[in-house]
């Protein structure tokens, strides 16, 4: 998947456990020397972040983020939390510890501000569930080739309906799921398609996106608490 990445000239966002480079040593850091944004997930997949309590939830993102600034030599801006589980301090303690976005909601294509407790916000970028790996082929258990063309068909509808506003098309990947032979083939085909050079698309990370629209007059703290949800 790295080398295919690589051939298409595809920027990601890496959303790794911080166990991930104790456990998998030079995985991560394979595509963080191409570039790719690193992403908090949490230590692993065996714990749901709305199972916690706050001083557990807060001890989980603060050790997680510090592994990832130490192996990973950067601090992550996005957070996605393991299972996709949230709280209902979530957004409240990312803000807390550092963070500017998360990954968690998948209620619009747009990303939408989040009011936090202390008067700030943190931004929902949208992550997907129906481009998503592990939903679609583990769950709903569609073919591989019927993976791609859900990425092709997707990015033409969403590329038609982006000419009246901006959209954002996420494609959620686990190398477990889509990187054996009989998915790949076909992914790789539906991601040339995506990649394929044009004026009106900006292939990009979460993180890109998240700073483009912190970076836009019409923010938080331009119109005060009321324009956020919460």
Do not use: K
Request: hydrophobic fraction near 45%; glycine fraction near 8%; aromatic fraction near 6%.
């Amino acid at each position: 998947m790295l080398e295919t990445f690589d051939a298409l000239g595809l920027p990601t966002s890496v959303i790794a456990n911080s166990r991930v480079f104790a456990d998998c040593p030079g995985l991560v850091e394979a595509f963080l020397a191409r570039g790719d944004e690193l992403v908090g997930h949490g230590r692993t997949n065996a714990e749901r972040q709305a199972d916690l309590a706050e001083d557990d939830e807060q001890a989980l993102v603060a050790e997680a983020t510090r592994v990832l600034v130490e192996r990973g030599g950067r601090r992550p801006a996005g957070w996605l939390g393991p299972w996709i589980s949230e709280s209902h301090l979530t957004p409240d303690l990312l803000a807390e510890a550092g963070y500017t976005y998360l990954l968690d909601w998948a209620h619009d294509d747009q990303p939408t501000w989040l009011a936090t407790r202390d008067g700030g916000a943190i931004l929902s970028v949208p992550y997907p569930q129906e481009l998503n790996d592990i939903p679609a082929v583990v769950s709903r258990q569609v073919s591989g080739q019927e993976f791609a063309d859900m990425v092709v068909a997707t990015f033409d509808e969403m590329r038609e309906q982006a000419r009246t506003a901006p959209l954002v098309m996420g494609i959620a990947l686990h190398p477990y799921v889509v990187g054996v032979p009989h998915r790949l083939r076909p992914l790789r085909s539906a991601l040339a398609h995506v990649a394929t050079p044009r004026d009106d698309v900006w292939l990009t990370t979460a993180g890109a996106v998240a700073e483009h629209v912190a970076s836009l007059p019409d923010t938080p703290a331009e119109h005060g608490r009321d324009t956020m949800a919460r």
